[in-house]
C-alpha cells in the first residue's frame, strides 16, 4: 500500500511517502519558498524517488492542524484535489498528534507547537505499546496557562513529558514554572514522516475521510477560551 503523507502546517512544510510501512521518500523544504510553490514539486519528487505516479498511491494523509492559517490551507487544498481526481480516502491528522506520535517517550505526552503572537497549540495525549490516545481537548493558549490547565486537571510536572520541534525556545519560560521538573523531548520539525505513521494506524481503524469531507483543525482562541470556562 502507497501512502503519501503532506504537512504544511509550518513553515518546515514537508512530504513523505511509505510502502508496507517502509519509509520510500522524505522531502523537506530547502529555501525559504511559499508552500504554494514548492508543494507540488515536491509531491512529484517524492514520487519520482519511488518510480511511481500519483494513480499508484492508495491513500493520502495530510496534517490537517493547528497552524498558520494559509500554509495550513495550502495542504488541504492541495490533498483534497488529488484524492477527489483518484477518488482515494484521506487521513487527516493532528499536528499535535503528530508531534506525539514523534516521542520516543511513553506515559503521558504533553505537545507543544508555536502558535506564535505569544501562545502555543498544545494538548494532552498517553502513548502506551506504540498507542496513542489523547486524554483531553486541544488548546491554544499562553504556554503559562495551558501548563497551569494541566495541573487544575490533575497532571503532575514529574509524570508527564514535554515534546515540542521549538523545545529551545520554551526552555526559559518552562524553567519558571512547576513544570520545570518534567522531561523534555526536541523533536525534528519535519513532520511529514510522523504524519505518514499515525495515519497508518488509523487507517488500520477505519479512520479515514473523503476529500468533500477534509476539514481544516483550526482550535480556534474561542474554542480554547470557551472549553476552558466550562470545566
Not at 88 to 101: D, G, I, M, N, Q
Not at 194 to 210: I, M
Request: aromatic share 6%; hydrophobic share 45%.
Amino acid at each position: 500500500m502507497w501512502l503519501l503523507s503532506v504537512d504544511t502546517t509550518s513553515k518546515d512544510a514537508s512530504v513523505a511517502l511509505l510502502c508496507a510501512s517502509r519509509l520510500v521518500a522524505l522531502v523537506a523544504p530547502v529555501a525559504d519558498e511559499q508552500h504554494s510553490v514548492q508543494l507540488f514539486r515536491n509531491i512529484q519528487q517524492a514520487l519520482a524517488e519511488a518510480g511511481i505516479a500519483l494513480c499508484d498511491l492508495d491513500v493520502y494523509a495530510v496534517a490537517s492542524g493547528p497552524g498558520a492559517f494559509t500554509a495550513l490551507r495550502v495542504g488541504l487544498t492541495v490533498i483534497k484535489g488529488l484524492a477527489e481526481v483518484h477518488n482515494k480516502p484521506v487521513v487527516p491528522v493532528s499536528v499535535l498528534e503528530a508531534v506525539a506520535e514523534s516521542a520516543s517517550a511513553d506515559g503521558l505526552l504533553v505537545p507543544l507547537v508555536d502558535a506564535y503572537r505569544g501562545q502555543i497549540f498544545a494538548g494532552l495525549y498517553e502513548k502506551k505499546d506504540g498507542e496513542l490516545t489523547r486524554r483531553g481537548p486541544e488548546f491554544v493558549l499562553i504556554l503559562e496557562d495551558f501548563l497551569a490547565r494541566l495541573e487544575v486537571d490533575g497532571v503532575q510536572p514529574g509524570s508527564s513529558t514535554l515534546v515540542s520541534p521549538q523545545m529551545k525556545r520554551w526552555a526559559a519560560r518552562l524553567d519558571a514554572t512547576p513544570f520545570a521538573t518534567s522531561r523534555r523531548e526536541s523533536i525534528s520539525p519535519v513532520l511529514a514522516e510522523a504524519v505518514a505513521r499515525r495515519a497508518e494506524k488509523k487507517l488500520a481503524r477505519g479512520e479515514t475521510v473523503d476529500a468533500l469531507r477534509l476539514e481544516a483543525n483550526y482550535v480556534r482562541c474561542s474554542d480554547a477560551e470557551l472549553l476552558w470556562k466550562g470545566k
